[in-house]
DNA sequence: TTGAAAGCGCTACCAT
DNA sequence: ATGGTAGCGCTTTCAA
């Protein structure tokens, strides 16, 4: 297969229709000045050309220096520093024009976010963002606000969980709803009769209630002989998680399996460990970071679903730049597949976790 | 945190040294006519000034038209069709240049490589590829080719396995290795003792022997009490596999786990059904596609591992151009992990085996 | 060895 | 409503 000889730009445009380029240019990006005839015209012959805009002509005339505002929770630390350092790597490596970064954080969804949204709509206008990227927390106290912003003018791109019914740009997240599922499905599969718990941050993200309504409706296709127990809700606090898991270990009967749906786990690991519950209770976690790689080593986790920060960042990037770039919406929602992390497919992701992560060459 | 102000170009360095930017340029560049002093400096000021090239003028000055050979098998089309049809999706995205593809087919791996790959060193050398991509087969038949054809200025992609011995400039494959040992764990998961048996294409294939190593060792870690029978080699081929498949059924004591390291795996799901044996034996299998698929949601395979074609397609592209653009070589060996696909997380890909993937929005 | 300048295709501005 | 043109930053050619 050969592809086509030689293609059509504005100007081959201009000249079957002798017209001048200026004329073409509003035309195809009805920019208005244009007579509805001539415009039409020009659409017509741009058909018929397979006029495809050279980009990096566009580019490098608008020379833009794309403005993005990064605006994530400080809490959970292990999945949000790896996602704004693969934020910062993939706009580094953004061919074409510039990006500039301003990163800014709250203590953790749900608590101080509004803040900063609102800081937001009133920044002068020569520093407005191009775009913003956000984890929204409760949709209930963000939408508008969200909203807001959009129609101002700046891009929403949503990351890690979504605020659908606000006019955000585009979201990137994990599945969340096939997370719980897939944690029902492996301890389903490995669980004889018993009791199992979940342990999640706040149901009033929507994230976080996604991965429960996946889990219990799987468990309850796949493992009828598996009891879900109330959700235990941890607001992404260590203490919090800890306490509760004493509280889980102490119940009888006592719970066999374990979903961690967000990346606080390791206080719930280190209070199994202390009960020497370690292996005898099968847990499913979320995420990947140093100090949860001895315990999926040992066998003491099952599994863990990774939310893949890095590709996340990648697609939430290529949607910007794209959009404000091309002018085209890629996806508006891409629900990513979470890696399942076993005991053997681990070595693959250490990668990720190790510094490696800040520098070029990671794709995944 | 803010980014620096203004970025300096080759206009800048020329300005602040009193020289012409044609001799910032050559020094840069080392393209040669430039005293070794004069060089000196202007590297030390483009280090001082923080230079980046802006990549949007040289694509547009250069304006190339990057002509990428594409050598891949007929068989198996259920993963070679999706990865072909991924490389021209990964191709038309690019931004700010062209790309020319030149598909090419032989029957299958190891039958036809050769003597395509003999022609590309007969181009003329107006048409000379600027990269080629291909699946080596047997790397003691291609190995030499593939370094006279990456001598000749020809860059080397492999996609799929890999021909490590060769001069090929980069290779993007899912982590052989890992996949049979990912395999080896699921089922040493869920089964008791007995034999289990692999069905792979070509031992000579680095990527299938890879697959085999895997497997054989994580089974010994993690299930001694599991045998592991004597590899079958199908070639990629539907009869031998089913009649190979059928001989395996009449073994006594019967194996109760399988691995189908190739998507060639319709006629060995076929045989087990027809002897009544789907459900009984635990199956693991290779990679996604449409007739597939009911046997996940049946349950009559346990996990497909999927090689995610898409992927690769789009870093073996990303590879390419950077490297004739930039000239960086991003990563000389990618290494994917695959996708685990359960029954709870297939709906999720399902987008992979429609036509959807011909379109622009998918990532993955 | 170095300088000067044209021009890639597009956008935007000024003139008509 | 339309035409004409400068200029984005780089590479390359021609001249000195």
Request: charged residues 20%; proline residues 5%.
């Amino acid at each position: 297969m050969q592809d086509s000889i030689k293609l059509a730009g504005i100007r081959e445009i201009a000249e079957a229709l002798s017209i001048s380029n200026g004329t073409v240019d509003r035309a195809l990006h009805g920019r208005g000045g244009v007579s509805a005839k001539t415009a039409a015209r020009v659409l017509k012959m741009a058909e018929e050309l397979g006029y495809r805009p050279n980009l990096a002509a566009r580019a490098l005339k608008l020379n833009r220096r794309i403005r993005i505002g990064v605006q994530l929770p400080k809490q959970i630390a292990s999945f949000f520093d790896p996602l704004r350092s693969a934020i910062r790597s993939a706009a580094t490596a953004s061919r074409g024009f510039q990006i500039a970064l301003d990163f800014e954080e709250y203590p953790r969804l749900g608590h101080g976010d509004v803040e900063l949204l609102t800081r937001v709509l009133g920044r002068p206008s020569d520093q407005r963002y191009d775009a913003l990227i956000v984890t929204p927390g409760n949709p209930a106290r963000v939408d508008a606000l969200l909203t807001s912003i959009a129609r101002s003018g700046t891009a929403i791109i949503c990351v890690a969980s979504d605020a659908p019914r606000s006019e955000r740009l585009a979201s990137v997240a994990v599945d969340a709803y096939t997370s719980g599922s897939i944690a029902a499905e492996l301890l389903a599969r490995t669980l004889p009769n018993g009791s199992v718990a979940t342990i999640t941050g706040d149901l009033t993200t929507l994230d976080h209630a996604d991965k429960l309504r996946g889990f219990a409706a799987t468990l309850a296709t796949l493992a009828p002989h598996l009891t879900l127990l109330t959700a235990v809700e941890s607001h992404d606090r260590a203490e919090e998680a800890y306490r509760q898991t004493v509280a889980l270990l102490k119940r009888r009967p006592r719970p066999v399996g374990l979903y961690l749906s967000t990346a606080n786990s390791i206080p719930v690991l280190e209070a199994v460990r202390e009960h020497r519950m370690a292996g005898k209770i099968q847990i499913v976690t979320t995420d990947l970071f140093n100090a949860l790689l001895p315990y999926i080593e040992s066998g003491d986790v099952l599994a863990t679903l990774y939310q893949r920060p890095q590709t996340q960042a990648k697609i939430a990037l290529e949607t910007i730049t794209s959009y404000l770039l091309e002018g085209t919406l890629l996806n508006p929602v891409t629900r990513l597949a979470p890696h399942i992390i076993l005991r053997s497919n681990l070595p693959l992701f250490l990668d990720h976790v190790t510094e490696r992560q800040i520098s070029r060459g990671v794709s995944f």
